[in-house]
């Protein structure tokens, strides 16, 4: 943190020196002009005020000699550092350009504008002003709370299916809210209109990536659930047990939005018990299919305990 003394100005004000390195961040000179404003918790906040940037950022990806999974997590990159203009570019995308064309329609707003046997061209559509950080996470929420009812379900009759097409929506809006989060952090114009303090953005990200990872879960257990058969038994088992990890969800969800201390407190604490409930399930029924359903279900378990962490660890705040 940099200090800085006040300097007398006249009779009735004092004048503050800003930084050089925040004036060219922003492109500020003399005589512009800034905006000042008192937060909540009575700091003085400056801005620049919401501008729109016409500059358009682009990034070049090279497909030669990659494989697949590479070009998508470098289109995953691309697209959450903020970069307007995905180039695709490789002597022949012939026979990659299916996975490419399906990695592409999986962010918001991010559209092909030129394709052919070697460069495909996506060009970003998205104003992060129009992003609304905390309505995206309750979309996130509320997918997961329906794929956690169907993973119970699961069970006794398969949802798989339906299951694995959410998961694609959630890893949307994930990747939206990286990508605004990432905007924020780098241009203060970006924090102001997404209406979230600066000491939430981390928390938020990792929410993401938390919620993220339980919805890979589920689809990975409904997945299991479908390719093995068990006996009434231990279909009652598995019943009560996912009916469980139901409830603590809801509760850490609902420790978030209320933040509600004492209950993520309780989550993180139970989170331990069902991990050790989860852990003595091969031993009571040493059947196929049951260890690896265990650790699938114990791995989900500890993402909903990191939710409630976020909530009493990082302090994060519920944003209206």
């Not at 006040?6 to 003399?30: D, E, R």
Request: glycine content about 4%; proline content about 2%; charged content about 30%.
């Amino acid at each position: 943190m940099e200090q800085r003394k006040l300097i007398k100005f006249g009779a009735s004000s004092h004048v503050l020196s800003m930084p050089n390195y925040w004036l060219k961040k922003n492109n500020l000179k003399k005589g512009d002009v800034v905006f000042v404003e008192e937060s909540n918790e009575g700091n003085i906040v400056l801005s620049t005020g919401v501008k729109e940037k016409n500059e358009v950022s682009s990034i070049t990806i090279e497909a030669d000699n990659k494989s697949v999974d590479r070009i998508e997590r470098e289109i995953f990159s691309a697209y959450t550092n903020n970069y307007n203009l995905i180039k695709i570019k490789g002597k022949n995308l012939r026979d990659v350009v299916k996975n490419i064309r399906r990695s592409l329609h999986s962010f918001v707003a991010l559209e092909i504008i030129e394709e052919d046997d070697t460069k495909i061209i996506a060009k970003d559509f998205l104003s992060l002003k129009d992003v609304s950080v905390n309505e995206n996470i309750r979309r996130i929420d509320i997918i997961l709370r329906g794929m956690m009812q169907d993973m119970i379900k699961c069970v006794y009759n398969d949802c798989s299916a339906s299951i694995y097409e959410r998961d694609y929506d959630i890893n949307r809006f994930c990747f939206l809210v990286l990508r605004a989060i990432n905007g924020a952090m780098d241009d203060p114009n970006i924090l102001r209109s997404l209406k979230i303090k600066n000491n939430d953005l981390i928390p938020t990200w990792l929410l993401c990536l938390y919620l993220e990872d339980i919805g890979d879960e589920i689809k990975r257990v409904s997945r299991f659930l479908k390719n093995h058969e068990f006996d009434e038994k231990v279909k009652k088992e598995l019943y009560s047990g996912l009916s469980i990890v139901e409830k603590i969800y809801l509760d850490a969800m609902k420790s978030y939005y209320t933040q509600n201390y004492e209950l993520a407190f309780n989550v993180d604490l139970e989170k331990d018990n069902i991990v050790n409930d989860f852990n003595k399930l091969f031993d009571k029924y040493p059947v196929p299919g049951i260890a690896r359903i265990s650790e699938r279900l114990k791995k989900l378990v500890s993402g909903i305990g990191s939710v409630a962490q976020i909530v009493y660890g990082a302090g994060t705040r519920r944003k209206d």
